[in-house]
Each structure stands twice: as C-alpha cells, then as structure tokens.
C-alpha cells in the first residue's frame, strides 16, 4: 500500500465534511436543534483544515506498515463523519414537513439506527481520538501539534456539552422528551457539561494534554442548602492556595448577605409573582425585574425546585446590598466564579486553576475582568441551565471614570442562552440585552404580602399580640382591620408599612393602639409638615436636617447615615476632623423629621417614599447644592492625616473604616465640583490639594480600594487631567513632566482618556511629546490602544513619533494595524511613518496592514502612495500578492496588480500567486492572474506548477481554466511527477479523462519509473486503470525495479485489474529484476485467482527467477 490511497482517502474525507457543514447551515435556525449541533459544527473547520495539511503530506508517502495502520484510522473517521453527514442532511430534507418536534424525533430515529454512540457531540468526539492516534504518524504530526491547543480546548467543550439526546431517549424510542438540552427547569442536571466559548475560550484550557481526550465525569451529589455547599469543609488542592487566592478575590459577601436579608423575610410572601406571565416565562428562559425581597424568593424557589429534582443547584446570585461598597467588575466577576466553582469541590483542587491565577496575578484590571468572563462562561456550561440573579443593578452605576455598569451589561450579552438573567433595580434601566427577549415587572408590596408581613409583625411582638387579642374581645375583625389600614396607608412601599408598624409598637394601651392607628398620616401631606417642624428644630438639628437633604438630593449614590454624619462634622478651615462633632446616626434620623429611614439591610439612608426627591427637587433652592458637597469632600480629602507617604493596603484599609466618607469623597469630589460650576470661592481649596501629591495619591488609592494597582507619586496634573478640571490645569504647580510611579506623565493620562483639550496644553507648556512609561509606551501608544482617534490625530500634528516601539516590540501603527483600528491607521499612515521597515519577526507595517482580514483599500493606497513596496518579501519569504492569492482575496489581488505588483514573484516555498490560487481552489483569482499575464507554468521550489496543485485540489473546473491558458501537461515535478500521476493519485476520473483527451504521450514516469498506471493499479482504482488502457499505447510499462502493472496486480491479488491488463495484451512472462514474473508475485502472495488467470494467459511455469526458483517452488514452500 502507498500514499495514494490515503491522499484518496484523505480526499473524500474533505469532501464530506463540506457538505456537512453546508448542511447544518440549512439547519441551523430550527427551532428545537440541540445545543451540541452547533459545538459539532464548529469543530468541523478545524478537523477539516488538519486533514487538508496532512493531505499535502501524503503525496510524497511511499509505501509501508504505517500507510496500512493509517488507513485503518482514516476509514474509521470517514464512516463517523458519514453519519454525522446523513444525520445532518436527514434533518434538512425533513424540516419542511413542519412537524412539531420533527427535529427530535428524526434525530433519535437516525442515533437509534446507527447506535448509542452516534449522538453528534459523540461522533466528534471520537473523530478527535482519532485525530490523536494520528498524531504518531509524520504526515499527521505537523498538523496536529501546531493545533494542540485548538484540538485540546474542542475535546474538553465537547466533553462538556449537554447530551443531544438523554440515555432515557435512547432506551425508550417512543418517548421522545421535549426537554432536549436542557429546556425545562425540571431537568437541570449537575453533570450537564460545558460547551462552546467563541473565539475567545480561555487560555487556561489549553494546558489540557490534547492525547488525554477523556469522557465526561459524572457526578450525584446529594442535595444540599446553599448555605452548606459555600460553608462546608472542601478539599482545596495540598496547599489549599487555589481556594484561598480565590475567596480573596471574590470581595462581596455575597452568602452573607443572602443568608441574613433570607433571615428578615417574611414567610410565604412575594408568592403572587410565581404566578404572573413574566416571571412564568422567564422561568422557562425569558427575563424580567423585581426588587431584593423578590429576587430572595426566586433564588429560593430555584434552588428548591432543583433540590428536590435531586440535583445540584445551578443558581448563582449577587446581592449588591452596601451601595458604600460599590464592586469592579473584577469582584463581581469573582464572586461569580467563586460560586460556580464551590457547587463542585473536585473543581476547586483542578490545576487549571492554578494556572487560571498564576495567569492573572499582576495583570491589569482590563485583563482580569476578561480572563475571569471567559472562565465563567466556561464554568456555566458545565450546566443545562443556570439562574443569574443580581439584585439591585443599579447601585452598579458609577462615575463617568469609571463604570462597571457598562461592563457588566457587555458581560451578560456574552452568556450563552441557557442564562437565564433576572435583574432587580429601584429604577428602570436602560439596559439591552442581545439575542434575548425582556420581561418588565414593576414590583408594588401587595396587599397580600403587607397582609402576611402585618401578622408577623403581631404575632413576633408580645406587647402588640396581647393588644390585639385585648381589641378582638369586642371586634373580632380588628387584625383584618389592622392589615387593610397599614396596606392602604403604605401606598405599595413595605418600608412605609414597617414605619407605620413601628409607631404602633410604640403604645403600650389599646386606646392609644387604635388613636394611633386612625392617625397614621398619608404620605401627601407628610414632606410639608416634616419641612416644617426642621424649621422649628434646634439650630444644630436643623443644620444636620438641611446636610442630609442635599446629600440626598445631589449625592451621585445612595449614602450610609455614617457617610452623612461625618459629612455634617466637615467645618471650613481644619485640617482633621474632629470626632466629637460627628453626630449619632438616630440624631440624624430624628432631626430629619421622618422623611428618611435607614433601610434595616443595607444601612443606607433612604427617602420614606419616592416621591420624597420629587418634592426636594421642587424647593432645592432652600437646601445646599453641588457646591456645598464639593466643599466639604475637598475638605475631607485634604486633612493632613491623608498627607503620609505610607498608602499601604492596611493603611487604606483603616482609613477607610475610620473616614466612611472618604472613599465618596475621593471618588465624586470633582463631579460636584464641576456641577457647581466650578466656583471661584472653591478654586483654593481645590487647588491647594491638586498640589499636594500625597494627598492627591492617598485619594486615587481610596478612591480605587485597596488590591489595586494605584500608581504612587500622583500628580495634581494627573489628577485634573483624569477629572478633565482644564480650569483649573494651569493654577496647579508642577513639573509638566512629572511621572508617577509606572513613569507616566500627564501627558499619558491624557492620551488615556481622550483628553484632547490637555493635549495641546500640555505639549504648548513643554511636555515631552515621546516620554515612555514603564513598559515603554508613549502617550502616542496609549491613545492607539484606548481608541482615541482625535487625540492620535492630536499628537500626531504635533510631531509624536508613530515608529517608536514598546517593550512589547509593538509600534502604534503595528497595534492599530493588527486589531484592525482603521480610523487610527488612516492617521498614522498619512503621516508617513514605518515605510519598508522590518520588526525583530520580519513583519512590516504593509503586511500587518494585507494580514488583517479585509484591509480597506483606501488605507493600502495610501501605504503605497506612501512608498510602500508592494514587492517586499519579508525574511520568512511572504509577499503580498501571494498572500492575497492564499486567501481568495478578489480585491486585494486586483489593488497589488494596479499596483504593480510581480504577478510571478514566489514566495519563500517557491510558489507563486497563481500556484497559491490554485493550491486553495480560489478560481476567480486564478483568471484574473492569468489576465495579468501570470506564467500558467511557473515551477516551485519542490517543481510542482499551478497545474499540479489544481489537480491535487480536485478542483476540475481550475484545471480545465489552466489548461485552456497553456498549462503544459507534460511537465515533472522534482519527483518526476506529471499532472497525471496527481490526477490518478487523487483518484479523480473526470480530471484524469481531460487530461487524458489533452495529452500525447501517456508513458511519463516519475523518478521511481512509474507511470500513471503503476499507481492506478497499486490503489486497485478499476475505472481509472481501465480509463487508462483505452488511451496508453502499450501496457507494459516498467519501473525502476522492472516491476510492470500485471506484476504489481498479481502480487495484491486484484483480479479483475489482471484481466484488464491481459485483455490489453499485458505480457505474464516478463520478469522484473529480481527475476520474478507475474505468476512468481501471486505464487509468494497466495494469490491462487490471479494463478488461475495466469496460467490460462500461458504463463510460463518453469521460468526461474535470479535465485534459480521456479512459481512452482514458491508453491511448495507456501504448502
């Protein structure tokens, strides 16, 4: 056996998976397709790609034992993608029918029929073990191993997605379930496994050993509360670091928080929602909204309804309860994952793990953020559904610096559909969500729940409970009466209902019970009379009331009351703050005269009712403003404490618990100040801060929490840069090339953050325009990698260097080139920069530019225009035309050609574009290099021509363009190869026919001295051995070993090739080198058919070979 058959095999294996793949694309909008169709087709393309490179290999394969064990695996794949083909066209042929659940039951049909392992995830499956066999094999090896990463990260995915079909459909063929992938809230499974992560699947996967292609782990746990899978005892790996860098990192006290708002929940209220439409249609995988009591009773329900199916809860939630602790979006990545990870304890001592951290340890926010993202995704899929619930989202909304909110809401499109996303906020949000529909609730208490919570209430205190049965005595409805009085007052707020019960908890006899329940005041009148009596307040009450009143109409966020006392103790002209002024959170209380309350959870001061800011706004002229914030946060921020070099993590620990306004303060102190029109009575104070770059740096830390990576030695022109406070740049003293500790100036935190106005500030006032900061970037870099096209063009203009590289070895027009930032390029390209030049790999800015899918035109014109060589050929051999010829690029090619590129230049392989073309079936090129006067039979380095490479390709109807331009079919490669010998090797009669038809002489032999019918005969192809011999003169050609094509039918046995051959006059007495004729080759092969055939052709019985031995000796010996 030689390498023709398994390029012919290898062949057909490419051809069906092309028509798989077109197949699912007619499939793949059914509705009720499972999820591993779409993960199988995924995979294709890349299975599809390592057999076309291994196939390029074969053609020089010669023939031995490993051409024989190939075969074997090759055939076993073919048959698997076969059923994977007819799995796929079944269904497209089926899908008109209509049929409800069509696509389930003709899949079980088609897997029952072919076998229990025939689910497609399992088909592919096994393809990739075979492409692992294959790895042994030199032809295979290549291919695979540049791919291991690729094959590793498709082996696990597919190991985790849900199964296409349960085992339960595959016992019972009449019972096909409707909960194919995990559809029903009543099937979520703790073994559902993980599917696809995009193009951007974590890089901790690719660590998995691609030979360790290992099936799914099963797993029953036995069902536990929630509480107990996040507290219990797990094994954390041997030295239990994994666990413990990971509850680090996860900073909200997610659990916690849940376990004590489940505690003060009422039984059997917020019931009412389970049955409203939204919530039931999101519960079968829509969307909707509520508020934190209901987002508690739906992560409970969820986590019952799962328990009691005996499975692992797949619920995830985060309880964003402390407004004061706002998270980044890496903590609530964190928490997330903490999560998922703890319902598993093996997950937890997986040493991908420990790669997963030691990959994101020290790198930058942006990048944790986004390796957490794809990890959780990852972890998700491990399940058939999961339940995403996040209460209160709102509080996620930050300053224009910084804001998780945008992040988060980019997270959640990138879930995969089996998330189903329930979002709590106090307002409605402007959120959309890709791909999903949105259900609205507006969550109002019901009359039912006030009802339930005005019982417990009762019931829970002695001294309200003993008044009540007092009352029933003489009005048996008076608990009735109780309910519907607190319900109509509270106007559809719990926290108005719990205020009212409050009051009445107060009295201690029946008669003032009933007094103060008639009296309870209706929310109208109440912010008047609440106005009034701060009026009449103490002059210190007063003040204290007027101070919470603007801080809870201005603040940016919800405050503690702690936050507001400290804010009040805040006096002009100190230096520190003085603790005995600080009042005491129930003075603050009192002095508001009952317009806020202290929500009991969270410790924020809230307004009684909504409608409470409405009226604020209507008289803010009485109350503080922005100013007033803006002062008493500059304050704070500037006490002298603040002013020390130590801003160690513990020291910003303490400082926080010590000042609770200062991480407000250091947050939103310019936001005020820049909505109170930035006054001139606050431009000292603000300025004598901007100037102390102690203070200034102990703000950012806070302002950013400890564990970050905050900078040292910030500026005060940093900081009016960041805040964009242009005002007040030139007031601030400094050194305008001043660096903080990454040695980073203003000037690169300008280019930032897009401050285009501080740009030309900067440079005008002397700041170096090519300063590089640690990792040697420039504010140029910066402005490249942050997207900001105005401050590219800015310091572009004025005079940037666009050549100068990082550390990285990366240049602003190379990054912008590689990640395709047009409108950056257009600006650095006109400027001229990186002409011809060669990074430390060879790439020049014009092959950054051509390697970028679909380069726009205008940009390459310019390059051009610019000097750019559309002929260089960089040090590994690419050239442009080759590389668009590659890649079927229709437009490019035709630019390069305008350009005046070499049509005939190759590349380092010896191949030129027309060659390239050719060799990837990219017909449209072909001719419009052809026009362009492309030699039809230029020679590459290993003596192939663009014939022989469109024969290999199968592709007929490029051969047929060739051939029609001059493709001379008589050239040999270096192995002496013609286009024929490719043509029979692929086993391909139509090409092989019109070659045939076009050719003279058919007698060529390769370096071997084999003809096209040596290898026809030796790959046992009847129709082509007999095409063959209808155009060949004679038949007994012979090759190096004197072998002929009878000698070698006789020795594989292939008896209807021997009579074909003898009906054409094929001659049995001719004896190769070794003495042997045909009937010695069948005799040591124990061939008796082709004997027979023999014998009867009067082959010569006693002839003796070179060792003196007769066919019959052979025979003897063989008996």
Known sequence: MSGFEIFGLIGTIVAIIDTTIAAYDAIRDLDGLPEAFEEVNNRLPLVQEIFKEAREKTKNATSSSETAAMKKVLKSSEGKLQKL???????????????????????????????????????????????????????????????????????????????????????????????????????????????KNGDHASNYRAKIQYNGIRPPQQSHKSAESSSDVINHNVHYGEDGNVAAELRDLHTIELHATY?????????????????????????????????????????RRIEDVERQSGMAPACIHVFLSDGSKRPTTKNLFASLLFQLLMKDEKRIADERLSEFYKRVKGSSEEVIAKEYLDMIICEVRRYSRVFLIVDALDELQGSSQYNPWDEFQKALNQFPKRVSLLITSRQKLGFMLSRRRERHIEIIAQAEDIGLYVEHRITTTPKMERLVQEAEITDSKFRQYIAATITQKAQGLFVCAEMHMNRLAEEDTIGHFKKALNELPDMTPTFEKALQRIEKKPLNQHKLAKQALCWMLFAVRPLTSREVCHAFAVASGTTRLDMELVPKESVLLEACAGIFVTDRERELLSPIH?????????????????????????????????????CSDDIIKLRMIKYPLLKYAASHWAEHYKKGGEPNCLKELAVNFLRNSGKVTSAFKIKNGPGQMTPSAISGLHAVVYFDLFKLASSVQHDINSRCSNDQTALHWAAVYGRTQFIDFLINAGAEKDIADRDGNTPLHLAVFNKHTAVVGNLMEKGAKPDIRNKQNWTPLRWALKYGLWKEVHLLVKHKSEVNTEDKEGWTAFRYAISNQYPPLKILRLMVQNGEDVNSKSQDGWTPLVHAASHGDVGL??????????????????????????????RAVAKILLDGKADVNVVSADGQTPLMRAVLNGDRKLTWLLLDHGADLMVTDSKGKTALHYAVQTGNKRIVWLLLEMMQSFDTKDEDGRTALHFAVESANHSLTWLLLEYMPQVDYRDNDGMTALQIASRTGDERIAEQLLSKGARPNLQDQEGKTAL????????PGIVELLVRAHADINLQDSRGLTAQHYISRSS
């Not at 010695?1080 to 061939?1087: D, E, Q, V």
Request: with cysteine; hydrophobic share 35%.
């Open 85 to 195: 083909q007819k799995i796929f066209l079944k269904i497209a042929g089926t899908q008109e029918s209509g049929a409800d659940n069509f696509v389930v039951s003709v899949y079980q049909t088609l897997v029952n029929k072919f076998g229990k392992k025939s689910r497609v995830e399992s088909l592919m499956q096994d393809i990739l073990k075979d492409l692992a066999t294959l790895t042994a094999y030199a032809v295979f090896e290549d291919a695979t191993k540049k791919r291991a990463e690729e094959l590793g990260n498709a082996a696990q995915m597919l190991e985790s997605v849900p199964p296409s079909l349960e085992e339960s459909d595959l016992d019972d063929n009449t019972g096909v379930r409707s909960q194919v992938a995990g559809r029903d809230i009543n099937n979520v499974s703790d073994n559902a496994t993980m599917t």
């Open 259 to 299: 376990s004590k708002l489940l505690n003060t929940k009422v039984p059997n209220t917020n019931e009412w929602l389970f049955h409203r439409k939204e919530f039931v249609e999101w519960e079968k995988g829509q969307f909707g909204t509520g508020k934190t009591f209901i987002a508690l009773s739906v992560t």
């Open 610 to 646: 909504p409608t409470a800011n409405e009226y604020l706004r209507a008289i803010q002229e009485e109350i503080p403003g922005q100013s007033s914030i803006a002062k008493k946060c500059l304050i704070y921020i500037s006490y002298e404490e603040f002013e020390t070099k130590d």
């Open 893 to 922: 090619v035709k630019f390069l050609l305008a350009s005046n590129a070499q049509v005939d230049q190759c590349n380092g392989e010896g191949i030129s574009a027309l060659g390239s073309a050719a060799t990837y079936g990219h």
């Open 1080 to 1087: 010695h080759h069948a005799t040591i092969s124990g061939r």
